[in-house]
């Protein structure tokens, strides 16, 4: 095939929406680590243009043609609240949330057809366990950070293993922070619609791409908003619990801009100013997680005991096959 054509080809691949588009994770993730105070991990900054660079990258692993990549990584870029308003608390187990989900779908299938056909993982979505297991990656890669450091050792490597993971959370955290990622609104409303909110799947990319790009997101424009590191102390799934609350209790807010002028107005002070709260958010939500994981790593891993897959410990599951953290 000639050069034009094989580019012509490769043009007309269908290809995953990109949340936020490439232009507010990457100015979400440098607005996060240029805030990184004097005593984080402000070697940070030395892969900021990497990091930056690969913002979307997430979501160049759900291609259709990579379809074991796909379902991994889809759900973890939403959290449909509405679709497991059945389930509390939330479980601390990727596999129990799963299963979860699974006997809710069998108890169900029969009496609701439509709702079981969504009361699964892919129309749920797994944001908080993705972004937990990144955090906790970073603080494994940045204990070793530390240890080069102490030892006079070269922590490149470290570094880099580092800026990969944070890669993955702030696509993560940036997703959630997009109030159209913690609802099953994310795509169009749906169900009943008393107030005419627009049923066109486009206004997903309509919102988080082209305004964005048309308003000319900068990191200028949110870097006031994030404020002093916060989330210094508590529970880490919770807070990430709380973020996602935040942001999805604004999706209907979303819908309500749109019905003014579809987002064709990138001077519109409404819309522009819930983009840069949002933005601004998820900034400041990733600079308070690698802030936080760069204290933890501080010290040793904490001795469990018995062990999480020991069957005698006391919160082990059968379910999963292990005890939640």
Request: with cysteine; proline share 8%; glycine share 8%.
């Amino acid at each position: 095939m000639r050069p034009a054509l094989l580019a012509l080809a490769f043009a007309l691949l269908p290809t995953p929406a990109f949340a936020w588009g490439g232009t507010a994770h990457a100015v979400i993730d440098r607005a996060a680590i240029e805030a990184i105070p004097a005593d984080g991990p402000v070697f940070l900054r030395r892969h900021v243009d990497y990091i930056a660079a690969s913002a979307a990258l997430p979501d160049r692993w759900r291609n259709n043609a990579e379809n074991f990549a796909k379902i991994e990584e889809d759900p973890n870029h939403g959290w449909f609240r509405e679709q497991f308003a059945f389930l509390k608390p939330i479980p601390r187990s990727r596999y129990a949330f799963v299963i979860a989900l699974f006997k809710r779908y069998e108890a169900i299938k029969a009496s609701d057809p439509a709702t079981a056909a969504r009361t699964n993982v892919r129309w749920t979505g797994t944001l908080p366990y993705a972004a937990m297991e990144a955090y906790q990656r970073i603080i494994v890669c940045m204990r070793q950070v530390r240890a080069a450091q102490a030892t006079g050792g070269d922590p490149a490597f470290a570094e880099q293993h580092c800026a990969f993971d944070v890669i993955r959370l702030g696509h993560y955290i940036g997703d959630g922070a997009q109030p159209l990622h913690d609802s099953v609104n994310s795509d169009g409303w749906r169900g009943p619609n008393p107030r005419h909110y627009t049923t066109d799947r486009s206004i997903h990319g309509r919102f988080e791409s082209g305004f964005v790009d048309g308003m000319k997101l900068t990191v200028a424009d949110i870097a006031p908003r994030l404020g002093t590191p916060g989330h210094r102390t508590g529970d880490m799934f919770d807070a990430i619990l709380a973020f996602l609350d935040t942001a999805g209790n604004r999706m209907e807010e979303v819908y309500r801009l749109e019905q003014r002028n579809g987002f064709h107005d990138f001077a519109d002070p409404d819309v522009r100013a819930l983009v840069y709260e949002r933005t601004g958010a998820g900034a400041a939500m990733l600079r308070d997680m690698l802030c936080r994981a760069w204290a933890e790593s501080a010290t040793p891993p904490a001795r469990i005991t018995p062990e999480p897959l020991d069957f005698t410990n006391p919160a082990f599951d059968p379910e999963t096959g292990s005890a939640p953290g």
